[in-house]
């Protein structure tokens, strides 16, 4: 080859899982270890066989990648399965820009050497019109065209769909000679903006003379909202292409996307929804929760049937308002009924309401308390009569055994997530742990850094899935409901759809016998400050810092902002950042000096409460009843409880210390 090729022994262009090795005279792919499982070692191409490639910046949700393209093979589609691609970050991106520039020169010399025809990657965007990204101005002006379009797309209240648009010089109009209107489907949409409109143009009127067409791709979104059309149109936008969606306002699903992602709801149909599972919530003009005290007080009056009387209108509105946004109905009415019921050895009674809330869960699956009591009851009220079975399956288990070891391998693609996330249930799992430590000859105490795999398990038509997380096959946990949405955002994205995703992961077990596991996936090195830091201190760790930071900003900030940050001080801080130091002080049983600094907190919430004309927070309160009801002083505990309804507001009493007052008083000598 006359390729001026640099003198090296071997380069490596290190990508997400598997890298290119680059000498004198060949390019090789290498998978690592997971990859390589999977999909083999990899491909030797000799650099005379090059002929082109076809290279994918990445984004921030999605990898790029960098695909050879070799004489006498048809190309693969470019995945981490493919021989020769490699998928990369794009931290990872710079180093494979240089190889891609490289290769272009190699591919050059291949080409002109060669008789066969040239491989060629794909233009990445129009060669003559330079529009890539580019929002165009004026769509407020052209609603009546949006309408029609969606309307066409069977779309009628907006989304996002992809049409090829038309610009069209208009040298002629009065307002700007420079101008460049933008059509599609014949309708006019808006125009290119103002101060990339003159060399636009000039493009455009040169493919007019040489009777051209000036198209481009175009994404288009738009939303009928509050009675009009709001739009964007953004010619050749780069990234990955969206698939098109549209805006439903009567959906079938929980949340505000579609588990499949073709429809979501828009801003004022959440709230609409809301406002209307609201109004299913109420029993005679009132929100069931706020009947907890009523209920309680009965209770405490020995007066079972008007407690009965009121919880069955309280689950009555749970199932109106849980199936208005087609989720599981609170919990607590049908836990009081089930347990008045048996202790009026009411077993069949009991049977029945259980069997109802596991009907009108929309997985059929309720809670681990309420699938034991159930059992439980269903014995009970055998002694007196067979029970049916419920009208829907009730399943025990969350996942089935067989989901903890992965059989089925579907091709795997390399994911990046924005942020780390924890992993929860490792407990349940600490066997299939310790089984992947010592595969690795990693003790516990040192961290294990590899490669996990996350798939979605079986959620039905509606609803989501637990997102399960295996390591060299096993199961190990769940992500944890915190970050949960954000990597279901990544792994449902359409490039995976039939894939299995992989991330960086890492796993540590603490020495000792009863330690739990913490496992973290993605850039996981944001989620620690020391090798053996745990996760519920971790979290602790950044809410303070958090908060911290948040006071030193409003004091900073001078003014009515600092005078208010001022009000809430308690020994320097703010009194929300004292709740870790409470519960530090319980736990190491200094129950008089976590009272004294609670005790301050409570004077502080009530100060900022009545400043800014609402109800103070009721967690410092709560703490103060508890330890004074440990202390065995119930009157102090009446007392700190009655000043804080005092202190709500009347429209916002919270019913849980409404319900811990009634119950204290039932203690009172």
């Known amino acids: 080859m006359n390729t001026d090729i640099p003198e090296f022994g071997t380069t490596s262009y290190q990508g997400y899982g598997a890298r290119f090795d680059v000498d004198a005279t060949t390019i090789t792919k290498v998978n690592r270890a997971v990859v390589g499982a999977v999909f083999g070692a990899g ?10 490639y076809h290279f994918k910046p990445a984004t921030r949700l999605a990898n790029g990648y960098l695909q050879l393209a070799v004489a006498g093979v048809p190309a693969g589609k470019a995945e981490p399965g493919d021989a020769h691609t490699v998928v990369f970050t794009r931290r990872m991106q710079p180093r494979f820009e240089q190889l891609r520039d490289w290769l272009k020169e190699v591919a050059e010399v291949n080409r002109a050497a060669t008789s066969g025809p040239a491989v060629r990657p794909e233009p990445p965007h129009n060669p003559v019109l330079d529009v890539r990204d580019l929002e165009i101005a004026g769509e407020s002006h052209h609603r009546d065209s949006f309408s029609q379009l969606f309307a066409r797309a069977d779309k009628p209240l907006g989304g996002v769909i992809w049409r090829d648009a038309e610009l069209v010089a208009e040298p002629w109009n009065p307002h700007d000679t420079n101008a460049v209107a933008v059509y599609i489907d014949m309708l006019s949409v808006g125009y290119v903006p103002a101060e990339v409109a003159p060399a636009i143009q000039a493009t455009v009127l040169q493919l007019m003379e040489r009777g051209q067409r000036a198209t481009v ?39 505000r996307i579609s588990p499949d992602g073709t429809e979501r709801l828009s801003d004022a149909a959440v709230l609409r929804r809301l406002d209307e599972a609201a109004d299913a919530a109420l029993v005679d003009g009132r929100e069931f929760t706020s009947l907890r005290t009523d209920i309680a007080q009965a209770r405490a009056d020995g007066d079972t049937d008007r407690a009965l009387v009121l919880l069955h209108a309280c689950i009555d509105a749970a199932e109106r308002s849980a199936a208005i946004l087609v989720s599981r109905p609170a919990t607590w009415p049908t836990e009081q009924a089930a347990i008045i019921y048996r202790s009026r050895k009411q077993y069949d009674d009991e049977v029945m309401i259980l069997e109802r809330f596991l009907r009108d869960d929309p997985e059929h699956l309720g809670t681990k308390g309420l699938r034991d009591r159930l059992e439980r009851a269903r014995e009970l009220a055998g002694t007196v009569r067979a029970t049916p079975e419920p009208a829907a399956p009730v399943r025990h288990e969350i996942i089935d055994p067989g989901d903890s070891y992965l059989t089925a391998l579907r091709p795997a693609d390399e994911i990046v997530l924005p942020r780390a996330a924890e992993l929860s249930y490792e ?38 899935g637990p997102l399960a997380v295996y390591v060299d096959r096993r199961l190990v946990g769940y992500v944890s409901a915190l970050e949960a949405e954000m990597v279901r955002e990544v792994i449902r994205h359409p490039q995976h759809h039939g894939h299995d995703c992989a991330v960086r992961c890492r796993i540590f077990v603490p020495a000792g016998t009863r330690a739990p596991a913490r496992i973290i996936l993605g850039p996981y090195e944001q989620a620690y400050d020391a090798e053996d830091e745990t996760e519920s201190s971790a979290r602790a760790r950044m809410h303070a ?76 309160t709560e703490q103060a009843a508890i330890l004074y009801r440990k202390a065995g002083d119930v009157g102090a505990e009446i007392a700190i409880l009655e000043r804080y309804l005092r202190a ?18 039932a203690l009172a000598p």
């Not at 491909?43 to 082109?52: A, F």
């Open 43 to 52: 491909d030797r191409v000799p650099l005379s066989q090059v002929l082109g």
């Open 648 to 665: 709500c507001r009347p429209d916002q009493i919270d019913t849980d210390m409404a319900e811990r007052l009634v119950k204290a008083q």
């Open 545 to 620: 810092a958090e908060l911290a930071d948040t006071r030193r900003t409003r004091l900073a900030a001078g003014g009515s902002t600092a005078e208010d940050q001022r009000r809430r001080l308690v020994r320097g801080r703010d009194f929300v950042e004292w709740a870790e130091e409470v519960k530090q002080l319980k736990r190491a049983q200094h129950n008089g000096e976590a009272l004294r600094l609670v005790l301050e907190c409570v004077d502080a919430a009530e100060r900022d409460a009545r400043f800014h004309g609402y109800s103070p927070a009721p967690w410092y």
């Open 217 to 255: 791709e175009a994404r288009i979104w738009a939303i009928y909202e509050h009675g009009t059309w709001s739009a964007r149109v953004t010619l050749e936008p780069g990234g990955d292409r969206e698939p098109e969606w549209r805006y439903v306002d009567r959906p079938t699903w929980p949340g």
């Open 427 to 464: 407990k349940d799992h600490i066997e299939a742990i310790d089984t992947i430590l010592d595969d690795a000859n990693i003790p516990r105490g040192r961290a294990h850094h590899t490669t996990a795999i996350v798939r979605e398990l079986d959620h039905g038509p509606q609803g989501w």
